[in-house]
């Protein structure tokens, strides 16, 4: 017996939500599957907000820090949601859309029980969209992962991080302290 799955495309997932169909579950779109979000424990709460505000404060008006807010990724059927999603401040022109692959400078996704998903799924979403950054956080261990150069839907670079300072690619003049990033 062969087991198919149901695809769905973003335009339907936004049809179900619109139709209430997925109120009040915590789910996101990756890869045309609807797959439920883990709940975010006080430490990934903890940690995602700060990092949130001492991006802003480093970024200025430069890009919008948006947390836990879905971006659309139209090309691989998805919506992810993830945790920091570092973009152009396009103010309302995202009353008509998420932010799209090209208005996204990088993602940040804060991950204990999702440590898998995040490393494996998330990272080929993110690469296949041509998302040029990716850092994870590894709360488990207190490890940023980033993650760089995203060729045929793979990332060709990964580096592990504990302390020191990270450049952004899309701000070379912006130093982001990984310490207080992880404290």
Partial sequence: MTVTIAKWTVEQYHQMITAGVLENRSVELLNGEILEMSPEGEPHVYYSHEAAKYLERKL????????????????????????????QPLGRVYLTHHPYPENIFWV?????????????????????????????INLRTLVLIIFRNPIEGKYQSQTRHTQGMITPIAFPDVQVSVTDLLT
Wanted: hydrophobic share 35%; charged share 30%; net charge negative.
């Fill in 108 to 136: 940040i996704e804060f991950s204990q029980s999702s440590l898998g998903k995040d490393l494996e799924i998330k990272a080929d979403t993110y690469a296949q969209a041509g998302i040029e950054e990716y850092w994870l």
């Fill in 60 to 87: 200025g008006n430069r890009a919008t820090v948006r947390q836990s807010k879905p971006i659309t990724i139209k090309a691989s059927e998805s919506e992810p949601e993830p945790d920091l999603a570092i973009v």
